[in-house]
């Protein structure tokens, strides 16, 4: 693939709902990071995964935010009981390595739109 | 706490005019910045990062951790450099990028 993939790229669904929406990396990228944007503000980081495991959890909201990436390559984040703040566009990043600093560089997805009527 | 401040929602110049678009960052370590940008319709991208050194597209940004700034700079603006510009930051060989609130570049003809 050429570069990172999320689907779907929009969203709607309801107050209370179940969603997921699932990233797919490019291939061979290790890292893999999940960041949401709110309207008028930068990405916020929310998880990240070196391979399957979450190496860093520590931006998910609530309890209601879950990530998985059972196989090491594809991602799904889900939100359950789904509120209108969680209103915003979910980005998905995948990097070669898990550093985000000298040795990496983010590569991200154009992102799937969620909106929560 | 890490934190990335960008002073200016929208920055607006003329063609040929200089660029700075402002960064400042608040960490307790030694940070690692970044300078991301968003094209109309397009992804969100690497631009330049501090330890580089280099200059893209004519941009540059040099780290100056006594006034914790990392200001981007052009010295003559395209129209082709409009676009979000974020500044990021991230601790020495960390694993996670903290992103400022934006800065939108329109360059007038």
């Known amino acids: 693939g050429a570069g990172v993939s999320q689907t779907p790229s929009n969203k709607v669904t309801e107050k209370g709902k179940y969603v997921e929406l699932r990233c797919d990396p490019i291939?061979?990228?290790?890292?893999l990071y999940w960041y949401r944007q709110s309207l008028g503000q930068g990405p916020e980081f929310l998880i990240y995964?070196?391979?399957?495991?979450?190496?860093?959890d520590s931006g998910l909201p609530n309890d209601r935010f879950f990530a998985v990436r059972p196989e090491g390559s594809v991602s799904t984040l889900k939100i359950q009981r789904t509120e209108r703040g969680d209103s915003a566009v979910y980005l998905c990043?995948?990097?070669?390595?898990?550093?985000?600093?000298?040795?990496?560089?983010?590569?991200f997805g154009e992102g799937s739109r969620l909106t929560v009527l | 706490a890490q934190r990335v401040t960008q002073p200016e929602k929208l920055l607006s110049v003329f063609k040929g005019a200089p660029v700075e678009l402002k960064c400042n960052y608040s960490?307790?370590?030694?940070?690692?910045l970044f300078w991301y940008v968003q094209y109309s319709r397009q992804r969100l991208q690497l631009l330049l990062r501090h330890i580089s050194r280099e200059s893209i597209k004519g941009f540059t940004a040099d780290l100056n951790k006594g006034e914790t700034s990392f200001h981007l700079k052009k010295p003559f603006a395209q129209e082709e450099d409009s676009a979000m510009y974020y500044c990021?930051?991230?601790?020495?060989?960390?694993?996670?990028?903290?992103f400022g609130a934006g800065t939108i570049l329109r360059v007038k003809s």
């Open positions: 990021a930051l991230s601790g020495l060989g960390g694993n996670k990028l903290v």
């Open positions: 960490y307790s370590g030694s940070p690692e």
């Open positions: 990043a995948s990097s070669l390595t898990g550093n985000s600093g000298s040795a990496g560089e983010l590569f």
């Open positions: 291939s061979g990228h290790t890292a």
């Open positions: 995964f070196q391979g399957t495991g979450a190496a860093d």
